[in-house]
């Protein structure tokens, strides 16, 4: 224990590469069992609760971690930081649609937000009708729900990476993540939600004995190959939430670990490299976010589409 | 000792450069077949414009996805977050 000590002290005042994207890539974790927050502590080292945080007492950030410790993911955990974000960008988006749905007038001058929101709207409109085209009234706003709190989940990786951190830090927060969608928990957990859709559209268009049909019957259509396409149609089955919220995940990870790598170039000599290497990135990184974004939607609508075709539309 | 720690490491590189640099190679033919074809079919039909720009980027987000990936788990490998 007390050669721990002496190495975060040696970190603290070293401040290695290592160290730096460590934090960066720590989340800021609340045990549920008894509210403590993971690899944090108080000044006087004792342990650090969210409820200290709460009242101010600032926590500061435990570098290293105990070796029996370090390889066991504790399932206890929440991410605090990833659903506080997505949380407030989720009520953002839906107090502004809100707003100008109810005040939305046809008739004389419509304002710039009402303008925008018809673009975003009919945007999605017009990409979900193109290959959803039978009737649904769940859709179009699964559709437009993923494509904006995505696209506003992801351009939280524009902010600088030191600023939320560091605020945070301020404040007596050991670790704040401010992209949500770097957080492999809540993309897994869209896609999932992607996933239940794909089953009730199944099963409300198809029926039970459809679903059966589809997963046994469906490549060869032969009792021989029963087991086969059985087989085949789960691994298909199943790589559609894997890859959907995989894709975003490690785009997103992506983009935000280059960043933190020009953050990275922090010496007297190299400083002045920074805007020259974080400038093209980030604006790289617009088209990346708006395109992922985009794709999630588009899958989703192009999953669903295929969940509820029927078999002669299918072939 | 020391030799056999030096010989992993620099294994380690070896793996993260091959992981960027396939992935990237793999995307870079991809992309060049899919907006080279994008170009020929947007010349033979001005008309879908439209469709094939939307079709385009899902194609090109789709492809870009995958060297992104293994770039990020390359650098990860470099800096040696896994533990080995």
Known sequence: MANTETQTENHSTEGSAQQYIGHHLNFFQVDVRDGSVVHAQKHDGSKCYLTDILTFNKCEAVHTVKKEESHLVNPYTVNVDSLLVSFVLGLVFFLIFARVSKKFTTNGKPGRLQTFIEMVVLFVDGNVKSIYTRRSRLVAPVAITSFVWILLMNTMDLIPVDWVPALAGFIGVPYFRVLPTADVNITMSMALSVFVLIFWFTFTRKGLKGFIKEMTLHPFNHPVFIPFNFVLESISLLSKPLSLGLRLFGNMFAGEMIFIMIALFNTAYTFALQPFLSVPWALFHILIICLQAFIFMMLTVVYLAAASADEEEKS | ?84
Request: avoid cysteine; charge should be negative; aromatic fraction near 8%.
């Open chain 2, 1 to 84: 000792m020391n030799e056999v720690v030096s010989d992993v490491i620099g294994l380690n590189m070896i793996g993260a450069g091959l992981m960027m640099g396939l992935g990237a190679l793999g995307a870079a033919i991809g992309l060049g077949v899919l907006s080279g074809r994008f170009l020929e079919g947007y010349a033979r039909q001005p008309d879908l414009d439209k469709s094939l720009t939307s079709k385009f980027f899902l194609g090109a987000g789709l492809t870009d996805a995958v060297p992104m990936i293994s770039l990020v788990f390359g650098i990860l490998i470099v800096l040696g977050v896994f533990p080995s």
